[in-house]
């Protein structure tokens, strides 16, 4: 029987990183959840983020993707709060 | 590799970096000279004193440092699509925390001639700005801070 989850890696950056104050979370998410689906549950957990949904882009094993990529066991997540680089 | 979106791989005589020392615009000047070069177009972006008249007394870099050197690459890859006759590109972004006048960016463009190399070094800064993930905070002289959003370097007049 196969594992009913998906575990990544998410790396935090910017807002993101200052709400939980970790550069990296391990997630568990159920196999076929969409990258936009850890946007979601980390907006759940820290409410103060939620100005940055429509903003944020994605990023899987360090190239950008739809939001409804979906996820794959050990991919690296970037959740890509808008960029000032320069 | 950088197949899943058709991008070569990396030019051999193309150079990109991120790096916490300080940017040398030697070095870069250097890795984009070539005798095919009848113009080397080197663009440096630096840490301003003020934003919308407000004092700045610092910028803060962070990266995702493997996925930004993708970006480069992709950039860099993208020039030799458009502008066929580049001989070189060389791309140098900072982090780390960094004070009023330092260099944070270098681009360099090297080209038989300098319409080529100007436009493809405004294409490479334009395109780093819109879409590496790296991200700047501004330390302001009352002590506070604030995370740049590009969103504000998108309305009319600003100048970011």
């Avoid at chain 1, 899987?60 to 680089?85: H, K, M, R, T």
């Avoid at chain 2, 991120?18 to 030697?26: G, Q, V, Y």
């Avoid at chain 2, 060389?90 to 463009?109: C, D, F, Q």
Wanted: aromatic share 8%.
């Amino acid at each position: 029987m196969s594992d009913p989850t998906v575990t990544v890696t998410v790396k935090l950056f910017a807002a993101y990183q200052e709400a939980y104050g970790v550069p990296e979370l391990v997630l568990d998410l159920p196999r076929g959840s969409a990258v936009s689906d850890v946007r979601d549950r980390l907006l759940a957990d820290h409410p103060e983020l939620e100005q940055w949904r429509d903003v944020t882009r994605f990023g899987i094993n360090l190239q950008f993707v739809e939001p409804d990529a979906v996820l794959q066991s050990g991919d690296e997540v970037v959740l890509i709060p808008p960029v000032s680089g320069g | 590799m950088q197949t899943a979106f058709g991008v070569p791989p990396t030019h051999h005589s193309d150079h990109v970096a991120m790096t916490f020392a300080p940017l040398s615009i030697e070095e870069v000047y250097a890795l984009a000279d070539d005798p095919a070069n009848g113009a080397v177009v080197v663009m440096s972006g630096m840490v301003r004193n003020q934003t919308d008249g407000k004092p700045v007394v610092a910028l803060e870099y962070q990266a995702y440092e493997p996925m930004a050197i993708e970006v480069f690459k992709q950039i860099a890859a993208q020039i030799r699509q458009t502008w066929t006759d580049v001989t070189r590109v060389v791309i140098h972004h900072r982090t780390g925390k960094l004070s009023i006048g330092e260099i944070s960016v270098l681009v360099a463009v090297g080209c038989p001639h300098r319409s080529e190399a100007f436009a493809a070094c405004q294409y490479a800064i334009d395109t780093l700005k819109h879409n590496a993930p790296i991200w700047k905070k501004e330390h302001w002289q009352d002590g506070s801070t604030s995370w740049v959003s590009i969103g504000a370097c998108e309305q009319p007049g600003e100048n970011c």
